[in-house]
């Protein structure tokens, strides 16, 4: 265990994805309270560089664009400043080679790092305790053991920095994000449970959000107060969106991940990927709901089940 006394300038290096971001900002927020006067700088995608910024967590962001251009730049860039402490959040080759090229008298790295990221530096966080598997959050928690901090529980996240744009859903709405990043983790029932979301609750918008650009569901010819917002709510401005939202339902995502981060009331859908590792967090609270399919396979999840689920988070 460190000390963190003289701990004042961090470099926290996670560049995606959206859903780990969200992880990272949750320690971040506890890394800031429990050390005055702390800077912390964040290497970030240029995709993901303004939720990070809307946080209101972070001083600098340090932009990375995926390219070998844009990764020699951003290394260049950590280069130029000196840290107290790195904290390579990702764990793999290139946070590994981010963290070589900072100027720092500490460097911490996970202890499931992969591709030879953990050459890198000299010290690991611990595992969590007990047996696994670990949830995502409780990996990265272990950071703030491993710099003599007080191990405290996340807390709900403001995003204080992120202004809703015009247009966005209105205050009570539901919001649905049927996309997942991987295919095979996508519920094909959104379509079906926006109709029916629809007839039960006419006085409410049901929102439909994502970065696509095909039709809503399968389901044919929507109400219409399912609205379609896709493009139309940046990324930044994804957490005001979803502050007076009445509840989310998602995929395995980074949205499921940030609106449980926020406090929201969230249903997330499962199918091959386990929710005790990457369900809405923490998993013990009230609002924060996972459905998964019968031997991991979502096609079991039935649109019934998930409505109920709403109802029930809604009264």
Request: aromatic share 8%; glycine share 12%; net charge neutral.
């Amino acid at each position: 265990m460190l000390n963190v006394g003289g701990f004042v300038r961090i470099l926290i290096i996670k560049p995606s994805s959206f859903g780990d971001i969200i992880h990272g900002l949750l320690v971040a927020e506890r890394l800031r309270s429990q050390i005055p006067g702390v800077q912390i700088d964040w290497v970030a995608r240029d995709i993901f560089a303004g939720l990070v910024e809307a946080s209101g967590l972070v001083d600098r962001v340090l932009l990375f664009k995926r390219s070998p251009g844009g990764f020699v730049r951003v290394c260049r860039e950590i280069r130029q400043e000196t840290y107290d402490v790195v904290l390579d959040m990702q764990g793999l080759a290139r946070s590994g080679i981010m963290t070589f090229s900072a100027k720092a008298k500490v460097k911490l790295g996970r202890f499931d790092a992969r591709e030879g990221s953990r050459f890198f530096y000299k010290v690991s966080i611990p595992k969590p305790p007990g047996p696994g598997p670990y949830h995502a959050v409780e990996i990265l928690r272990q950071f703030q053991r491993s710099m003599g901090l007080y191990d405290l529980d996340p807390v709900a996240l403001d995003f204080a920095k992120s202004a809703a744009v015009p247009g966005s859903p209105p205050e009570g709405a539901i919001l649905l994000f049927p996309e997942s990043r991987r295919a095979e983790k996508e519920w094909s029932g959104f379509g079906e449970l926006a109709k029916r979301l629809a007839a039960k609750y006419p006085d409410r918008t049901i929102g439909w959000l994502g970065t696509g650009d095909g039709p809503m569901g399968s389901s044919g010819q929507m109400p219409g107060n399912v609205v379609d917002y896709r493009g139309k709510v940046p990324l930044a401005s994804l957490p005001a969106a979803m502050r007076n939202a009445s509840c989310i339902v998602a995929n395995d995502s980074g949205p499921m991940h940030l609106a449980a981060a926020m406090g929201r009331p969230v249903i997330a859908v499962f199918g091959p990927t386990d929710p005790r590792q990457y369900g809405p967090y923490p998993e013990n609270c009230s609002t924060n709901v996972s459905i998964r399919g019968e031997g991991g396979d979502l096609s079991n999840v039935s649109v019934e089940e998930v409505e109920e689920s709403i109802q029930n988070l809604l009264v």
